[in-house]
């Protein structure tokens, strides 16, 4: 059997470091860029704020920014996290997503919106993080999205 040359061990060892660089940095880079938030994604969730906290009125007020509701948006790529917290109240709940369901009526861009009702809310631990208890998650998606697909309303032929 004839032994491999220099140079084949060396185009299969490039090949094998590049295989391991692309799984390993060029990969998650590319995915972790593709679902970061973009400026329009921030302005999306700053007008669910707003929308969410005129529509429904909240007598408790954030820890963090003490004249505002204790209502949070975190942007992401095309989605929306809504964290609100004290609202034990089931029907306040339900006015909420109701309110969350009428904004995205209007704002067709944002497809996945989750909706996180807290405790109410607490200082922050150490390293800043939430010590609430999560109490009901709700995941509004844009259903209409589908393209493609043809009906046929013609009964089948026997």
């Known amino acids: ?3 491999p040359s220099r140079n084949q061990i060396t185009i299969l060892i490039l ?3 590049f295989i391991a660089f692309y799984q390993f940095f060029l990969k998650p880079l590319n995915h972790a860029l593709r679902n970061m938030a973009t400026g329009r994604d921030a ?3 700053s007008s669910l704020w707003n929308y969410v906290s005129q529509k429904v009125k909240l007598d408790e007020k954030s820890l963090l920014y003490t004249n505002e509701p204790p209502i ?3 942007p992401s790529r095309n989605s929306v996290r809504l964290d609100i917290f004290g609202m034990t109240n089931s029907d306040r709940q339900e006015q909420i997503l109701t309110a969350v369901k009428d ?3 209007t704002n067709r861009s944002v497809e996945k919106l989750c909706v996180r009702f807290y405790e109410p809310e607490k200082a922050r631990g150490k390293y800043g993080q939430n010590l609430e208890t999560l109490l009901r998650e709700e995941f509004i998606v844009l ?7 043809i009906l046929n309303t013609e009964a089948p032929k026997n």
């Open 143 to 149: 259903s209409n999205q589908q393209f493609g697909i």
């Open 103 to 105: 904004w995205q009526t």
């Open 43 to 45: 302005e999306q969730a």
């Open 15 to 17: 090949f094998v470091c």
């Open 1 to 3: 059997m004839k032994r």
């Open 72 to 74: 949070y948006a975190l």
